[in-house]
């Protein structure tokens, strides 16, 4: 995981390296899962139907799930990698945290999406009607079909991976807010055994406590107390 300040990210400040930032974990995934959805929305937008007709059974909504998750999936990662690059120059912690936050939920939730494409589009494909173009054709088209197929379950993984990250990020920098608040209202062991206030002048060496108004010292006057008489 990113180490560094406050959610995983360097000194606010610092200066961009480009090596560093393309080694990032979170970085190469998230190339990863760009070309993925690339190849995935390319390849049903170019092979996924035959004369107006998709491949996938004959569904034309499994094409534009397809396609919608890939163009959808495309942009965000965009989106994230410009936010990666300019998330170590953020001087606001609450900025980041909301960035990472985002990252985590849009994350998980597209995994989820590239899950239920893989399902869709495979069980489309195999059990649905499909009526292939002629001979000459056929190969570029399934090659496309199948393609998006396998690139939806890669990207399963590859999103996947990005919300774990983005889990560990956001679990990292709660834990550093806390870590950093948890010694307020703790006196240190230094301070424990000495008095909280200053001396009064003139009492040092002295008992810092009064004589109580009762005591075996003080005399009592009560026995020469005389009660009138009427």
Same mark, same amino acid.
């Given at each position: 995981?990113?180490?560094?300040?406050?959610?995983?990210?360097?000194?606010?400040?610092?200066?961009?390296?480009?090596?560093?930032? &393309?080694?990032?974990?979170?970085?190469?995934?998230?190339?990863?899962?760009?070309?993925?959805?690339? &190849?995935?929305?390319? %390849? &049903?937008?170019?092979?996924?139907?035959?004369?107006?007709? %998709?491949?996938?059974?004959?569904? @034309?909504? $499994?094409?534009?799930?397809?396609?919608? =998750?890939?163009? =959808? $999936?495309? #942009?965000?990662?965009?989106?994230?990698?410009?936010?990666?690059?300019?998330?170590?120059?953020?001087?606001?912690?609450?900025?980041?945290?909301?960035?990472?936050?985002?990252? #985590?939920?849009?994350?998980?939730?597209?995994?989820? #999406?590239?899950?239920?494409?893989? %399902?869709?589009?495979? @069980?489309?494909?195999?059990?649905?009607?499909?009526?292939?173009?002629?001979?000459?054709?056929? $190969?570029?088209?399934?090659?496309?079909? +199948?393609?998006?197929?396998?690139?939806?379950?890669?990207? &399963?993984?590859?999103?996947?991976?990005?919300?774990?990250?983005?889990?560990?990020?956001?679990?990292?920098?709660?834990?550093?807010?806390?870590?950093?608040?948890?010694?307020?209202?703790?006196?240190?062991? $230094?301070? +424990?055994?000495?008095?909280?206030?200053?001396?009064?002048?003139?009492?040092?060496?002295?008992?810092?406590?009064?004589?109580?108004?009762?005591?075996?010292?003080?005399?009592?006057?009560?026995?020469?107390? +005389?009660?009138?008489?009427?």
């Amino acid at each position: 995981m990113d180490g560094g300040g406050a959610y995983g990210a360097g000194m606010a400040g610092s200066p961009f390296d480009p090596k560093t930032f &393309i080694k990032k974990p979170s970085v190469i995934l998230r190339i990863v899962s760009w070309v993925f959805s690339i &190849i995935v929305f390319g %390849c &049903i937008a170019a092979g996924g139907s035959y004369k107006g007709r %998709c491949l996938y059974g004959g569904d @034309n909504n $499994a094409c534009g799930y397809g396609i919608g =998750i890939g163009v =959808i $999936a495309f #942009m965000a990662s965009v989106i994230f990698l410009i936010l990666d690059a300019v998330f170590d120059s953020m001087s606001s912690v609450q900025h980041r945290k909301y960035v990472v936050i985002a990252d #985590m939920l849009f994350s998980g939730l597209w995994t989820f #999406m590239w899950f239920v494409g893989f %399902c869709y589009l495979t @069980n489309k494909w195999t059990s649905g009607t499909v009526i292939l173009p002629p001979v000459m054709d056929q $190969a570029h088209f399934v090659n496309s079909v +199948q393609a998006a197929i396998a690139f939806s379950f890669f990207s &399963i993984g590859s999103w996947g991976g990005l919300t774990v990250l983005a889990v560990l990020k956001y679990r990292k920098g709660v834990s550093d807010a806390f870590s950093s608040t948890e010694g307020y209202g703790d006196p240190s062991p $230094a301070t +424990q055994g000495s008095a909280p206030y200053s001396s009064f002048p003139g009492s040092e060496g002295t008992d810092p406590y009064q004589e109580p108004p009762f005591g075996p010292g003080k005399e009592d006057t009560s026995a020469d107390y +005389q009660p009138p008489t009427y």
